[in-house]
């Protein structure tokens, strides 16, 4: 069964505004989890960890974290094109010492 | 510079012929993962290592074998490729398990006819 539920977008947004990127998961051994962007063709990159209860800001980015409701979130502000990809969740179990990552959320930030 | 590099990235086969993607990093971490990843279904987990000698078998395993003889390499061996082993291969590395970031390969993209 699938541990890590994003919802596969695609997510279109205009140019300067939020994009709300949500993830579900249901392994409550999860300990951490990620986010990676990934643009066509390339590697995933990390973008963001997270690992409490509540928000970690990093620029444009905010990884919201709900252990109770097992979400996490990202949101970019002022999205640019250049935000245009996919984004990838990933969680960390330290029972099974391994991650897993859901589908991805395509997004596209329209000009 | 810090990085993790696979070969080849772009590989054609047929059917039954053995071949081996190699992962190297050069950042002394610990636990590599090998990740196929497919439309529609992510990025799966083949196989991963926690050090030298530790391997133990992720989410899709079958038809794949691994090993961890240097802790630097992470080789992925497919003994009989089957056209269903066509994906997008990706290797990664990090520190330790936990809340350390994953540095991933460029990726290898495999077709087998």
């Known amino acids: 069964q699938k541990e890590v539920e994003q919802n596969s977008g695609p997510l279109s947004v205009p140019e300067g505004a939020i994009a709300s990127l949500n993830c579900t998961y249901s392994?409550?051994?999860?300990?951490?989890f990620f986010w990676y962007r990934q643009y066509s063709g390339k590697s995933p990159e990390l973008i963001m960890f997270?690992?409490?209860?509540g928000d970690k800001e990093d620029g444009r980015f905010t990884a919201q974290l709900n252990k109770a409701s097992q979400y996490v979130s990202l949101l970019i502000r002022d999205s640019q094109p250049s935000d245009s990809a996919t984004y990838l969740c990933?969680?960390?179990?330290?029972?099974?010492?391994?991650?897993?990552f859901g589908i991805g959320t395509k997004l596209q930030v329209i000009p | 510079e810090a990085q993790v590099t696979q070969n080849p990235r772009y590989l054609i086969t047929v059917t039954g012929k053995k071949l081996t993607v190699t992962c190297s990093q050069n950042?002394?971490?610990?636990?590599m993962s090998w990740y196929r990843q497919d439309p529609g279904l992510g990025l799966r987990q083949i196989y991963y290592?926690?050090?030298?000698?530790?391997?133990d078998k992720g989410d899709v395993p079958e038809g794949y074998k691994v090993s961890r003889k240097e802790k630097r390499n992470f080789p992925l061996i497919l003994e009989s490729p089957s056209p269903n082993q066509t994906s997008l291969y990706f290797c990664?590395?990090?520190?330790?398990?936990?809340?350390?970031?994953?540095?991933f390969g460029p990726g290898t993209r495999l077709t087998v006819t």
């Open positions: 990664a590395s990090t520190l330790r398990t936990g809340v350390y970031e994953q540095y």
């Open positions: 392994d409550r051994g999860s300990q951490s």
């Open positions: 990933a969680g960390f179990s330290g029972g099974y010492q391994k991650v897993t």
């Open positions: 290592s926690m050090n030298v000698e530790v391997t």
């Open positions: 950042m002394n971490h610990e636990y």
């Open positions: 997270i690992y409490s209860n």
